[in-house]
């Protein structure tokens, strides 16, 4: 198995089924591109793919992979968000927020 490489921000993604799901990495986003993609045609899709391949391969940056997973997403009709970076998020779990 790959080392995940992770997303500066990770992606919230909402399926048309009402379903969602958070992806925190190049590897999670590939994953889910290759083996549970609902239509595997689509030029942003297919960009995607090799994007994320070219990241897992330290052949491109791991932004330009996650921006074409977005482009994907919403070529197929799934909604994305951008959450803050673990060590942002606020709760029981987080870390205190550092003040600037």
Same mark, same amino acid.
């Given at each position: 198995?790959? /080392? +995940? ?23 999670? /986003? @590939?994953?889910?591109? +290759?083996?549970?993609? %609902? @239509?595997?045609?689509? +030029?942003?899709?297919?960009? /995607? ?11 491109? %940056? ?29 709760? %029981? ?8």
């Amino acid at each position: 198995m790959l /080392a +995940e490489i992770y997303f500066a921000t990770p992606l919230y993604v909402r399926f048309s089924n009402g379903t969602a799901r958070t992806f925190h990495g190049v590897h999670d /986003a @590939l994953d889910f591109l +290759e083996n549970e993609w %609902p @239509l595997r045609n689509g +030029e942003r899709y297919k960009r /995607a793919c090799e994007r994320c391949r070219a990241a897992l391969q330290f052949r491109t %940056p791991a932004h330009v992979a996650r921006e074409a997973f977005v482009a994907a997403c919403l070529e197929a009709g799934m909604p994305v968000e951008g959450l803050p970076p673990v060590w942002h998020r606020s709760g %029981p779990s987080a870390p205190p927020a550092m003040s600037a």
